[in-house]
């Protein structure tokens, strides 16, 4: 079964132009099991990775092609009293947002 991403308007600045190779690039994936320490999370459940940059052996997405990406993530931690966690995502190894 293949997976359908649904068409999106996005409205952009007119200072911004078209240099797109017409390459759509997207991906969608989720972890299977716990994980625990400060790691890079290797998402195990690829649902969608069109044009391959998201790489489940390292958990990292390479930006192949130029252009403007949207990130986003949820996270669901279970634990008990003094439990805490936080996510970092990085662009080329320095942390961008906590």
């Given at each position: ?34 994980h625990e320490g400060y790691e890079v999370l290797r998402f195990d459940d690829v649902v969608t990775n069109l044009g ?47």
């Open positions: 079964m293949a997976c359908q991403i649904p068409n999106f308007v996005l409205v952009l600045p007119s200072s911004v132009t078209s240099h797109g190779s017409g390459e759509l690039i997207a991906f969608y994936v989720g972890l299977k099991s716990p391959n940059h998201y790489d489940p052996t390292t958990g990292k997405f390479s930006c192949q092609v130029r252009g403007i990406y949207f990130f986003t993530y949820h996270i669901l931690m279970r634990g008990g009293d003094g439990t805490s966690m936080w996510a970092d995502l990085c662009k080329n190894g320095q942390v961008e947002f906590r």
